[in-house]
């Protein structure tokens, strides 16, 4: 069934409501702005949640962890639910969720309050967010049209990250940490408003929640992300680290068999049968990974090397924002023109460049000479290289697999880029350390120890823009725009 198709049934459906694109595309990627700017506008006020709720040095990462955990975790079931039951029905009760669950975090007064409302948000957002890409993808033709619609989503989804940094400094500096979590309460009420006055419901599919099989995943994945985090400060040698990366690895595992018998799965494994899909997933595992890299230890080398505010460290992520967005508007055009793998590779190309300079960091190096081009570099390719991913992926989509397809490549966006891939990015911090610090990790570090455990993870992950690069140029053939 074609995209047209699924107009006419979507409006056969729904024969009263008239479909408006751009204000559904509108309110989509409001929600995705609401989402994304929730990863990183905690991580300025961490300090200062961190002394209000007398976090432990080692709890205080679960107020990321557990959110990402359960965002990441819950995908793939979030997908299906928007098949199941109607993608507006699992937009509109994911956005809900996720606008209580903020509020009750704004409200928390000890830390388990506070790590229940962030696992809480996370289930909303893992309900809700894959609804906006199937959203786009039913909603506009495939062509220079949806081609325009996704390089706005990518802009969201690498933009919000940044720009959460800017609010985040602003509201833990000139207002207060719980401040960062009910800015999403009114965002998220005009969402739910707006929603079912101008977003048709889709048909709802007969079948059932492959419950046991998001279970397998999110605790897989879990200790998988706990292993490496461990091993980042207790070494590979550790018992708890083998354990829960033995763990991790068989219940991954588990969680494919289970996939390849279930009547009804959340990661139906023929989405991988078609190779430039495969690619583009593996891909968009990767990549995402650069970009919390940039964010997370540019932030940490501003903040305890360089001794940033943090309004100041948010605003030093400003030309990584407007790099992104300056990207994705030229590349719906880019790829018209030359196809989506020639983009793609550029995109590599571009992110290995600044993730090559950012390794190059040391106590003195200055924002101006050495972090504000990386920054531009890494935007231009992360915003050259989504995009192209994102097409790749949901060419060809079945309308049916629409939410499935969607709930997978944010998957690999926040699972492999927002934990399981960032967590590598900590062992390989953390390992360097240690090297470098006599077996200390953590603690007041001195510069230059704490500097070269920042300077590996970068070149980790240039290691991984390469190895996207890699796939890009051998895996992945060009998808052939469609005419204007």
């Not at 690895?249 to 996939?259: I, P, R, S």
């Not at 360097?432 to 200390?440: E, F, I, K, N, Q």
Request: contains cysteine; glycine residues 12%; proline residues 5%.
């Amino acid at each position: 069934m074609s995209a047209t198709d699924a107009h006419t049934e979507q409006d056969h459906h729904n024969p009263p409501r008239r479909r408006r694109p751009g204000v559904i595309l509108a309110i989509v990627l409001l929600c995705q702005l609401m989402i994304g700017l929730d990863v990183t506008i905690v991580n300025i006020a961490l300090p200062d949640i961190r002394a209000d709720l007398h976090f432990s040095a080692t709890g205080l990462a679960w107020v990321f962890n557990a959110y990402t955990l359960a965002f990441g975790g819950l995908l793939l079931l979030g997908g299906r639910a928007g098949d199941i039951l109607g993608r507006r029905a699992a937009f509109v009760g994911g956005v809900v969720v996720f606008t209580l669950a903020s509020l009750a975090a704004g409200l928390a007064a000890n830390a388990a309050w506070l790590i229940i409302a962030r696992v809480v948000q996370g289930l909303g957002g893992a309900f809700a967010s894959p609804s906006v890409l199937a959203l786009i993808a039913t909603n506009f033709d495939e062509g220079p049209r949806r081609n325009r619609a996704l390089g706005l989503f990518a802009a969201m989804f690498s933009a919000s990250l940044a720009t959460g940094l800017i609010l985040g400094g602003i509201l833990t500096q000139y207002a207060n940490w719980r401040w960062v979590f009910f800015i999403n309460v009114p965002i998220g009420l005009v969402i739910a408003a707006l929603a079912p006055l101008f977003i048709g419901e889709t048909p709802r599919r007969p079948g059932r929640f492959d419950t046991f099989g998001a279970v397998l995943a999110t605790t897989g994945v879990g200790g998988l992300v706990y292993g490496f985090i461990r091993a980042s400060t207790n070494g590979w040698s550790d018992p708890q680290t083998l354990t829960s990366c033995a763990a991790g690895a068989v219940l991954v595992a588990l969680f494919v068999g289970n996939e390849s018998r279930a009547a009804q799965p959340i990661l139906p494994l023929r989405l991988f049968a078609q190779r430039n899909r495969a690619g583009a997933y593996v891909n968009m595992l990767l990549v995402p990974t650069t970009l919390f890299d940039v964010i997370y230890f540019v932030t940490q080398f501003l903040r305890d090397i360089r001794d940033y505010s943090p309004v100041r460290t948010g605003l030093a992520f400003l030309p990584l924002t407007l790099a992104v967005f300056a990207t994705v508007r030229a590349v719906p055009r880019l790829v018209q023109r030359f196809g989506t793998k020639p983009v793609m590779i550029a995109g590599a190309l571009l992110a290995t460049a600044a993730m090559l300079r950012l390794a190059q960091l040391h106590p003195d190096s200055n924002y101006a000479a050495a972090v504000l081009g990386p920054l531009v570099l890494a935007g231009i390719g992360v915003g050259l290289t989504t995009v192209p991913l994102t097409i790749t992926i949901l060419a060809g989509v079945a309308p049916q697999d629409a939410g499935a397809a969607s709930g997978v490549l944010q998957t690999m966006q926040w699972i492999g880029g927002g934990a399981l891939g960032f967590a590598v990015l900590v062992t390989a911090y953390g390992t360097a350390v240690r090297g470098a610090g006599d077996g200390a990790s953590g603690g007041n570090l001195p510069p230059d120890v704490q500097t070269h455990g920042i300077a590996t993870a970068f070149a980790t992950g240039a290691g991984f823009t390469a190895l996207a690069l890699l796939i890009a140029l051998v895996v992945i053939r060009t998808v052939t725009p469609a005419p204007r």
